[in-house]
C-alpha cells in the first residue's frame, strides 16, 4: 500500500458550473519514506494538490487515500491530519502562542495526549529540529530559519507519517533555508518520513528521490532529478528554468565545449570542468 | 528626486523592557536613477529601513529628506511621499481588497483625483506591464487569482501611481523562476525608463545580476555600501556575515581553488560563461 494513492483529482475554486480546474485529473502515488518535490511555475496546482493531503481541501472529484484512509470520509479528517503535517511559506502566520512550549503543544492538547506527557513531547520535537532549550523562548524573538523549525516542531510533535513543505524556504535567507533544507534530509534519512518539499528552488530540487512536474493542472512527468532536470524542453515546456549547472553546461555545448555529463550541482560542475583542464 | 537617510535609529517597544534597536545610526542616500540592492538575514533592519522611508515608522533619531525635506516634519505633505515613492510591501498580495483586478489596481490613481480615462489608461498599461492580460483578469475577483498572479496584481497598484522611486521588499520571494526572471527584466525595464529602485531580496543571484550597488545590513548597521564587484571581493567579510555568494562567483572560487586560473573578479554568469569559453574553448575539439 502506497502512503499516498491519489486518482483522477479534479479541483475548482469557482464552483460547480466553471471549467477553469485548478487541478485536472491527478494521478499521484507515494510510497512511505520517499522525498518528491513537486515543481511547477505559480499556479499549476503544486498548493492546491498538498492541501487535499491532509485535507484543508474537500475533495470535490476522484479518490484519495492517506496512508489507506479515504479523504471522502469525515470521521477519518482528524486522524488525517495527524497522518499529514503541513509547513508554509511565513512562519508568522503559523504561531498561535507568544510561548514556543506553548505553541507546540497545542497539537498534542487537541489530539488528547495525557497532560504530564506534553512536556517530553514537545521537548523531543524541539530536539528533532535542533531547537531544543528554546521551550520558554517567544517565536517572535528567533531568526527566519528558527521560526520555521519551530512551526515544523509543532507539526512533527503529533508524529505525522508525512510532511508538506509548501514553499517554507522561499523566506527565508541562506542561513535559514540551509538549517531547513538539513533538518528536511535529517526526516526523511533517519526518521523515515515521507516528505513532500514545494519549491522553486532547483537546488533544493536535487535533493529529491524524486521530481513531478506540474503544468496547468497536471502532473506531466515524474521521475529522479538527474532526467527531469537536464531535460530543457521539459522544463521550458512547463515554463521553468534549469539549475544554473545545467544551464552552463548546455551553453557550453553550444560553444563546442562538451562536459562528460550534465552536472546538476555546483560541485559536479566544477569537478567536471577540471576534468576538462 | 533623491532620498537622504541620514543617522537614523530606531526601537522596537522604546520604553518598555523588550526594547531592542532595530537601527543604528544608518546614513546612506539614494541618487535619482539608481539600483539599489538591501542584503541581510531574517531580523538585521531591512524591513524596518523600508518602514521608516516609507514614512509608516518614524526614526527615534536622525532624519529622512526627499528632495531636502524631512518627511517627518509636521508641514511635509505626506501625499507627496506617497506620489513619488512607491512602495511593495512584503507579500503585497495581501492587501488586495476589492472586488475585481480592475477596481483594486485603479485604487490609487481614483484616489489622485484624476479624470476616469486617466485612471482607466493607468490602470490597464500597470495591469499589462506587470504581464498580466488587461481584458482577461480586468473583472477577476483577484481571490481567483494564482499567488504569483497576486502579487503582481498587487503591485500593478502601486505602478499606477507612477512612482518615481520603486522601493520593493522581497519582490520576488515565492516566485517561480520563469516569473522571477520576467519580473526582474520588468524591473530593469522600469530601472532603464528612469525609475529609482530599491530592493531587498535574500536572493543573492538576483541582486548582484541587477543592482549597480549592494547596502548590507547586519544587526541593525548599515555595514558595507558599495559596487557588487567590491563587495564580492572580500570573500572573508561575506564568508564572516554568512550571506554567500551569487552562484557563478561560487563556481569561480571553487575552480580556483582547484588551479584553474580565472579572473576572480566575475559574478554574473555572462561573464562567467565567456571565461570558461576562454579558458577551455578549442581544446577539446
Known amino acids: 500500500m502506497d502512503i499516498i494513492e491519489a486518482k483522477n483529482l479534479f479541483y475548482t475554486y469557482e464552483g460547480e458550473a466553471s471549467q477553469r480546474y485548478s487541478l485536472e485529473g491527478i494521478d499521484f502515488r507515494m510510497k512511505a519514506g520517499e522525498f518528491v518535490v513537486l515543481l511547477g511555475q505559480n499556479g499549476s496546482g503544486k498548493s492546491t494538490l498538498a492541501k487535499h493531503f491532509n485535507g484543508l481541501l474537500p475533495l470535490q472529484q476522484g479518490n484519495l487515500y492517506i496512508a489507506g484512509l479515504d479523504v471522502r470520509d469525515p470521521a477519518n479528517l482528524w486522524d488525517i491530519r495527524r497522518k499529514c503535517g503541513m509547513v508554509f511559506q511565513n512562519p508568522d502566520n503559523q504561531f498561535i502562542s507568544s510561548v514556543i512550549e506553548e505553541d507546540i503543544a497545542f497539537g498534542l492538547e487537541n489530539y488528547d495526549f495525557p497532560p504530564e506527557q506534553i512536556a517530553a513531547e514537545v521537548h523531543k520535537a524541539l530536539a528533532l529540529v535542533g531547537m531544543a532549550g528554546f521551550e520558554k523562548k517567544s517565536p517572535h524573538m528567533l531568526s527566519g530559519g528558527q521560526k520555521q523549525r519551530v512551526a515544523l516542531a509543532g507539526v512533527l510533535a503529533i508524529s505525522p507519517e508525512i510532511i508538506i513543505f509548501d514553499e517554507s524556504t522561499a523566506m527565508l535567507d541562506i542561513q535559514g533555508r540551509q538549517e531547513i533544507l538539513q533538518t528536511i534530509q535529517q526526516l526523511h534519512q533517519a526518521e523515515h518520513k515521507s516528505i513532500i518539499h514545494i519549491t522553486h528552488r532547483m537546488e533544493e530540487a536535487v535533493l529529491a528521490d524524486r521530481i513531478d512536474l506540474m503544468k496547468a493542472g497536471r502532473i506531466v512527468a515524474s521521475g529522479p532529478p538527474r532526467r527531469i532536470l537536464a531535460d530543457l524542453p521539459l522544463l521550458t515546456s512547463a515554463n521553468l528554468l534549469p539549475p544554473l549547472p545545467v544551464r552552463l553546461y548546455e551553453d557550453l555545448r553550444n560553444a563546442g565545449i562538451h562536459l562528460a555529463e550534465c552536472p546538476l550541482t555546483i560541485h559536479e560542475l566544477t569537478e567536471q570542468l577540471c576534468r576538462l583542464s | ?285
Open chain 2, 1 to 285: 528626486m533623491s532620498i537622504v537617510v541620514e543617522n537614523v535609529s530606531y526601537r522596537y517597544a522604546a520604553g518598555t523592557p523588550l526594547e531592542s534597536a532595530a537601527l543604528k545610526q544608518i546614513s546612506f542616500t539614494i541618487q535619482p536613477g539608481e539600483f539599489i540592492g538591501i542584503l541581510g538575514h531574517t531580523g538585521c533592519g531591512k524591513s524596518t529601513l523600508i518602514q521608516l522611508i516609507a514614512g509608516v515608522l518614524t526614526p527615534a533619531t536622525g532624519r529622512i529628506l526627499l528632495d531636502g525635506k524631512d518627511i517627518n516634519q509636521r508641514d511635509f505633505k505626506r501625499e507627496y511621499l506617497r506620489k513619488k515613492v512607491g512602495i511593495v510591501f512584503q507579500f503585497p498580495e495581501q492587501q488586495l481588497f476589492e472586488m475585481t483586478v480592475e477596481r483594486d489596481v485603479s485604487f490609487g490613481p481614483r484616489q489622485l483625483g484624476l479624470p476616469p480615462s486617466e485612471v482607466q489608461a493607468r490602470t490597464r498599461q500597470a495591469i499589462q506591464s506587470v504581464g498580466l492580460d488587461y481584458e482577461t483578469v480586468r473583472d477577476l475577483s483577484p481571490l481567483t487569482l494564482s499567488g504569483g498572479e497576486k502579487r503582481r496584481a498587487a503591485i500593478a497598484g502601486i505602478l499606477a501611481m507612477e512612482p518615481e522611486i520603486l522601493i520593493l521588499d522581497e519582490p520576488i520571494a515565492g516566485l517561480d523562476p520563469v516569473t522571477r526572471k520576467d519580473f526582474m527584466a520588468f524591473i530593469r525595464r522600469l530601472h532603464q525608463e528612469g525609475k529609482t529602485i530599491l530592493m531587498v531580496s535574500h536572493d543573492i543571484d538576483e541582486l548582484s545580476a541587477f543592482s549597480s550597488r549592494l547596502l548590507v545590513l547586519d544587526h541593525g548597521e548599515l555595514i558595507l555600501d558599495n559596487t557588487p564587484e567590491k563587495i564580492f571581493a572580500d570573500k572573508a567579510r561575506l564568508s564572516e556575515l554568512r550571506l554567500g555568494v551569487s552562484q557563478p562567483k561560487e563556481i569561480v572560487d571553487s575552480l580556483r581553488e582547484k588551479g584553474i586560473d580565472l579572473p576572480s573578479d566575475i559574478f554574473r554568469y555572462e561573464p562567467l560563461l565567456t571565461a570558461l569559453i576562454n579558458r577551455f574553448g578549442g581544446q577539446n575539439e
